[in-house]
């Protein structure tokens, strides 16, 4: 057992079951043992996983197109500022280059007081501890983590808190039965971004579900990633896996209007990075210099545009 499972097992033994918001904090964001904080780089080849932003410079080159469009219809300040949440590798440093670029991430950066310009969250939404609840014959209760004989297991909690009881009746179906996750996290979020962001825009890309599509999943949507391959038992090896939970783009969309941020566009990550590169913006994309490099950034728009494309999702919200 690892030492992070040690730790977690014993707080169960001493305290009881865990809420599973608890349980994926520490598996991901432990300082000394959670995944996220590890010498070992998740990311790539060697890791567990690729995102979106590791297909450079295609998918830098295309976000950039479309942050342009919206620093232009702001009348091109001089004070734009991309902040990136959950920024990683900082990928796309090169990317957001020609504005004021602050990266946010667990160890570096914060947002910034009183801005202007875009927060830009890739996979950033979904990275966040969620409760799991239940929902069966009209009684909403909260799932935790226990364990058993030598591992750790599901055991249903205390009925729901009324804060984790609100965000299931808000944003899911009224009929919904089965598991789902609640990401208050996502809504504190969207409350410091709308308090932080004088104008401007929220550009964050994830997948995830709306209200109507809630019912699609009625075991929740959480996975875990290892070596490229993904799987389904979220409690196994807190530490050495990376946990994900899909996005409520209804929480997202409609808290974010509450916290001042409207929607202005809902699409698909295909249809924002062809409308982004509409005009020559595939053209310059695509002329790499060399024949192989022409070929590897191919590769790379094909598999944002059909490998990635459909299954990720981009909300635009505004400040005005
Ligand atoms: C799935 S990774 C995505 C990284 C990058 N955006 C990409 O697409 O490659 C999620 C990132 O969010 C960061 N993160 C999670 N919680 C955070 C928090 N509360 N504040 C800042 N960053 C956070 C993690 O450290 C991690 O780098």
């Given at each position: 057992?690892?030492?992070?499972?040690?730790?977690?097992?014993?707080?169960?033994?001493?305290?009881?079951?865990?809420?599973?918001?608890?349980?994926?904090?520490?598996?991901?964001?432990?300082?000394?043992?959670?995944?996220?904080?590890?010498?070992?780089?998740?990311?790539?080849?060697?890791?567990?996983?690729?995102?979106?932003?590791?297909?450079?410079?295609?998918?830098?080159?295309?976000?950039?197109?479309?942050?342009?469009?919206?620093?232009?219809?702001?009348?091109?300040?001089?004070?734009?500022?991309?902040?990136?949440?959950?920024?990683?590798?900082?990928?796309?440093?090169?990317?957001?280059?020609?504005?004021?670029?602050?990266?946010?991430?667990?160890?570096?950066?914060?947002?910034?007081?009183?801005?202007?310009?875009?927060?830009?969250?890739?996979?950033?939404?979904d990275?966040?501890?969620v409760?799991v609840?239940?929902?069966?014959?009209?009684?909403?209760?909260?799932?935790?983590?226990?364990?058993?004989?030598?591992?750790?297991?599901?055991?249903?909690?205390?009925?729901?808190?009324?804060?984790?009881?609100?965000?299931?009746?808000?944003?899911?179906?009224?009929?919904?039965?089965g598991t789902a996750e609640?990401n208050?996290?996502?809504?504190?979020?969207?409350?410091?971004?709308?308090?932080?962001?004088?104008?401007?825009?929220?550009?964050?890309?994830d997948y995830g579900y709306?209200?109507?599509e809630a019912?699609r999943f009625p075991h929740g949507t959480l996975m875990?990633?290892?070596?490229?391959?993904a799987?389904e038992?979220v409690?196994?090896?807190?530490?050495?896996?990376?946990l994900t939970a899909h996005v409520s783009?209804?929480?997202?969309?409609?808290?974010?209007?509450?916290?001042?941020?409207?929607?202005?566009?809902?699409?698909?990550?295909?249809?924002?990075?062809?409308?982004?590169?509409?005009?020559?913006?595939?053209?310059?994309?695509?002329?790499?210099?060399?024949?192989?490099?022409?070929?590897?950034?191919?590769?790379?728009?094909?598999?944002?545009?059909?490998?990635?494309?459909?299954?990720?999702?981009?909300?635009?919200?505004?400040?005005?």
């Amino acid at each position: 057992m690892n030492p992070l499972a040690e730790l977690l097992r014993g707080e169960i033994l001493r305290d009881g079951p865990i809420s599973f918001r608890r349980f994926m904090d520490a598996a991901l964001y432990d300082p000394e043992y959670g995944y996220y904080r590890r010498a070992r780089d998740p990311f790539g080849r060697e890791g567990d996983f690729y995102t979106a932003e590791q297909l450079q410079p295609v998918f830098g080159m295309l976000v950039a197109a479309r942050v342009r469009t919206l620093w232009r219809e702001m009348g091109s300040p001089a004070d734009f500022t991309v902040v990136e949440l959950g920024a990683g590798r900082r990928e796309m440093a090169g990317a957001f280059a020609e504005w004021r670029y602050v990266p946010v991430d667990l160890t570096a950066g914060s947002l910034p007081e009183q801005f202007r310009g875009v927060v830009f969250a890739n996979e950033f939404f979904d990275a966040l501890p969620v409760h799991v609840v239940t929902a069966a014959e009209g009684l909403l209760r909260e799932l935790c983590v226990g364990w058993e004989t030598d591992r750790f297991c599901w055991v249903p909690g205390p009925p729901a808190t009324q804060e984790l009881a609100d965000y299931v009746r808000r944003w899911f179906p009224a009929d919904f039965a089965g598991t789902a996750e609640v990401n208050l996290e996502a809504l504190r979020w969207l409350e410091r971004i709308g308090a932080a962001l004088r104008a401007g825009y929220l550009l964050a890309i994830d997948y995830g579900y709306t209200r109507a599509e809630a019912a699609r999943f009625p075991h929740g949507t959480l996975m875990s990633y290892r070596r490229h391959s993904a799987r389904e038992n979220v409690l196994e090896h807190p530490g050495e896996q990376d946990l994900t939970a899909h996005v409520s783009f209804t929480a997202l969309s409609e808290h974010g209007a509450a916290a001042g941020l409207e929607t202005v566009r809902f699409e698909t990550l295909a249809q924002m990075l062809l409308s982004a590169g509409e005009g020559d913006q595939f053209a310059e994309v695509l002329a790499g210099g060399t024949p192989a490099e022409e070929l590897r950034r191919r590769l790379q728009l094909k598999n944002l545009l059909f490998g990635m494309g459909e299954t990720f999702r981009v909300l635009l919200a505004r400040k005005a």
